[in-house]
């Protein structure tokens, strides 16, 4: 799956790093107190990510042989708590040259197609391979990407896991 980012110019982002979110709850009484929320952390491989120059141009969501830049990469979601969850989306911004492109956002539909399930099981790690097609103003390959993994717990819980990595 191929997604591209627009501001401007076309671009696209994508990468991670860790990101926790956890709770706990403590009743007034003496029953056994247990995790309230799923921990998860995000990485992304490789990293940094290598981008490759299309030649001839990559073909993106705006048509054939427009974009200068290809980079795959795998963001892996991983729960540490046991509980397990769905992941709702993954939300990807890139900055290239002093611009900030808009949110490049994969929904859940589009990562069951590529890593066959949105779940992630209770302590294991569910990969998520991808592939980003872009331009930069300056026709550099360089990206800072900013990621965002929204997930709903098998608790039910909302939990946002959040990171940062690199296009080269």
């Not at 952390?41 to 490789?46: L, M, T």
């Not at 911004?93 to 956002?105: C, G, K, Q, R």
Request: net charge neutral.
């Amino acid at each position: 799956m191929q997604k591209t980012l627009w501001l401007g110019l076309p671009a696209i982002v994508l990468s991670a790093s860790i990101a926790c979110s956890k709770g706990t709850t403590a009743p007034s009484d003496l029953t056994a107190t247990t995790s309230t929320r799923g921990t998860f952390n995000i990485a992304v491989r490789p990293s940094p990510i290598t981008a490759t120059r299309c030649n001839p141009q990559c073909s993106g969501e705006s048509g054939p042989g427009s974009y200068a830049f290809s980079a795959d990469m795998t963001i892996d979601v991983q729960d540490s708590a046991g509980v397990g969850a769905t992941v709702t989306s993954v939300t990807l911004i890139a900055t290239a040259d002093a611009t900030t492109f808009s949110p490049l956002v994969f929904s859940s539909d589009e990562i069951r197609r590529q890593s066959s399930t949105n779940h992630v099981e209770g302590r294991s790690t569910l990969s998520i391979p991808l592939t980003i097609v872009y331009n930069t103003p300056t026709g550099k390959a360089n990206l800072g990407i900013s990621v965002s993994v929204q997930m709903t717990d098998d608790r039910g819980n909302q939990v946002t896991a959040t990171g940062q990595a690199s296009v080269l």
